[in-house]
């Protein structure tokens, strides 16, 4: 394992080698497999280096999000997010509030006075049966968006395989008798997208409305989060002792972060680590104008199967009453958590 990508607080954010995993001998691969478990279960985030996905590619994907958020407010809207059972399509800025709240009023009441500074653009499962389309921004011959629909489902293909991997190697640090033991479960690929854009904002609002930021503390829902950060920053993890972490871009590197889902089939030996997007740290933005630049950054959200039910993995516990959580169908409860969050 390379020097920890964060230590400070009592948090330790590994950074981990992936080939080691993929390509490496069986020696490597059980030690990468345990240390990505290791860094889920103590912090509930880690970093990959070497994955598949090539820079370039990242940097095009970047590219064609920009160029996304650029189109004019009446064509994204056309494309808007309408219900969770989609969870498809354009957010606007105030539209989302991320939080641990579930109570509809209370979420409703801290959009209005510190909502999240932020737009997104959500693309699901392109082949999936339920009849929610996919919201594709037109795309003419020589347009800024040639190509984005493709691009885009290119690159959901590369993740949903990472995906893939990344729970072949939770199992095999598990030592479960399989390492494809989580592959039926992830193989239908009901993951989400997220492309997000946090506008340019003026160093003024953050000093005169210490509540606010671009998105507010939350943890994730499903299985693992793949995370690709802009040289912006602005990402705090949520450390053990209860203090907010700078979790900085690292060139080259995927953020991964555990969702409530894997803590809930790991009954709870899996963590899934609050977190939030703020004011950039240090100095950046401090110059002409006094405004922090926009941020980009670049979400897959992965999900075991809708249809499945999730209940504790063995191993994580000896008998039935030291199960923590009853069994849940994975559809159901990420809906129950879209809802809440709209």
């Known amino acids: 394992m390379e020097k920890p990508a964060v230590q400070e607080s009592g948090l330790l954010i590994p950074l981990i080698d992936f080939s080691k995993f993929l390509h490496g001998d069986p020696s490597q691969r059980v030690e990468t497999a345990k240390a990505i478990l290791t860094g889920f279960q103590t912090a509930g985030f880690i970093y990959l280096s070497n994955i598949p996905t090539p820079p370039s590619t990242l940097t095009h994907v970047f590219d064609m999000s920009a160029k996304f958020f650029q189109l004019d407010t009446a064509t994204k809207a056309s494309l808007a997010w309408t219900v969770p059972e989609a969870n498809r ?3 606007a800025p105030r539209r989302e509030k991320v939080t641990q709240l579930t109570d509809s009023a209370a979420v409703d009441a801290l959009r209005s006075s510190f909502p999240d500074m932020k737009e997104s653009f959500e693309i699901g499962r392109q082949d999936e049966p339920w009849h929610h389309p996919n919201h594709w921004p037109p795309e003419t011959p020589g347009n800024q968006l040639t190509g984005f629909k493709q691009t885009m ?7 949903k395989a990472l995906h893939t991997d990344v729970m072949r190697a939770i199992a095999v640090g598990m030592a479960l008798p399989d390492e494809s033991y989580f592959d039926r479960f992830v193989c239908d690929g009901d993951n989400t997208l997220r492309l997000l854009h946090y506008p340019a904002v003026s160093r003024d609002l953050f000093q005169l409305n210490p509540g606010q930021v671009r998105a507010g503390e939350h943890s994730d829902y499903g299985s ?8 912006r920053g602005g990402l705090q993890v949520k450390s053990p002792e209860g203090k907010f972490v700078d979790a900085a871009p690292i060139e080259g590197t995927c953020v991964v972060n555990a969702g409530d889902l894997l803590a809930r089939w790991s009954n709870d030996t899996i963590k899934s680590t ?4 703020v004011e950039p740290p240090g100095k950046e933005g401090d110059g002409e104008g006094g405004t922090y630049p926009a941020r980009y950054s670049i979400a897959y959200f992965c999900n075991p199967n809708f249809k499945d039910w999730i209940e504790a993995i063995p191993g994580t516990y000896a008998t039935d009453a030291d199960k923590k959580y009853e069994g849940i169908n994975s559809g159901e409860y990420l809906l129950q958590r879209l809802t809440a969050t709209y």
Do not use: E, K, N
């Not at 489902?153 to 993740?159: E, G, H, I, K, R």
């Not at 693992?224 to 040289?231: P, S």
């Not at 609050?274 to 997007?277: A, F, L, P, S």
């Open 153 to 159: 489902l290119d690159f959901c293909a590369q993740l």
């Open 224 to 231: 693992i989060t793949f995370l690709f950060q802009d040289g």
């Open 89 to 91: 399509g354009y957010s």
């Open 274 to 277: 609050v977190h939030r997007v």
